[in-house]
């Protein structure tokens, strides 16, 4: 029994409740290890319960990555008083710190959880669709062109596995400061190479 | 009824030709939409025989992945008396055009199927690991320090994403060309940001 107290909740309320325990478990072990028989008894509620808010176990799993994406966007959406480049590297930064504090809900949600169904894989793609979206926004480049939004969505991937793969390799090697400047510097040549002119993105 | 005619066949012949109908269906469709039933049928055999070779349906999915990884390894390994970017060049001409031939296959393989359980997230590691493996040698660069392996297994990331998003979108825009060359092009500047010495990649 965990914290749940049996109190009577306001739909809204349990229902967060629920997500904030389910976050604290997803963040610990993955996506697939959730169990709802736990989930309903750290809040202190029955199996029978939790299934009124989240019909099927694929529900509450999709409403733990929707808030996991959107916290995702939210923590690395930089102030928009910055510079372009400069935002780019506040973006990166908030990615990479984000990342390293729950690195087991990460991969669950960038690999694990992507593929259980259509609309994991759906929350997903529009994940890295607005993270790509967001890096040529904030560096003033128009995402008509497709070579560009190719690239884009390519930067975003490429930043995640090395963020997944620096984590697995313990974190230390590059240092987080490299590693973001050496990822900062990868959108710069990587959109260059699809067209973008250099003069866009080195203003500052 | 399919081509099966119920003939008997030794067990490996049978075991190939299960795995190459279940490889025409997942070329068709995807990992997910995979039934037992049909491709027994297709083979002419009852579901209790398909199951005498793959106790489960993940058991058949696993075989069907590592199939195509294999194949994918195969096809895109370009000849050893190229020069290094021209092997990288091979690569990318043979990555693209067998993803292209059968992109329901791919997608489902590096989306679904990475996710549907740690064995198949296991092979589809494995793949991507040989894959950025085979660029850092091909190209004669040590895969020693981390930061260049780190890049190498992001720039496979970039390399796939690129790819589906550019087949998603048409395969025309840009040009197959264009794309191998922006691709070649990015590998060079990728490992050069990951401290390789630029010499080392040029040397053709």
Chains 1, 2 share one sequence.
Do not use: C, K
């Amino acid at each position: 029994m965990g914290e749940g107290t049996r109190r009577r909740l306001p739909h809204h309320e349990r229902r967060a409740q629920l997500i904030e325990i389910g976050r604290r478990h997803v963040e610990q072990a993955s996506f697939d290890a959730i169990s709802t028989d736990e989930i309903a008894a750290d809040a202190g509620i029955s199996r029978g319960l939790l299934f009124h808010y989240f019909p099927t176990r694929d529900d509450f799993l999709r409403a733990l990555a929707e808030d996991a994406s959107e916290e995702l966007l939210q923590v690395t959406d930089p102030p928009s008083d910055l510079a372009p480049v400069a935002r780019l590297r506040a973006g990166l930064a908030a990615y990479i710190d984000f990342v390293a504090e729950r690195p087991a809900m990460f991969l669950s949600l960038i690999r694990g959880a992507a593929g259980g169904n259509a609309e994991m894989q759906e929350i997903f793609e529009r994940t890295r669709g607005a993270l790509a979206g967001r890096i040529l926004e904030g560096l003033g480049v128009a995402a008509r062109d497709p070579a560009v939004r190719h690239m884009a969505r390519g930067y975003i991937a490429l930043v995640e596995e090395v963020t997944v793969s620096w984590l697995r390799d313990g974190a230390s090697d590059p240092q987080r400061d490299e590693l973001i400047e050496a990822l900062e510097a990868a959108a710069v040549v990587l959109l260059q190479l699809a067209g973008v002119a250099v003069d866009e993105l080195l203003v500052e």
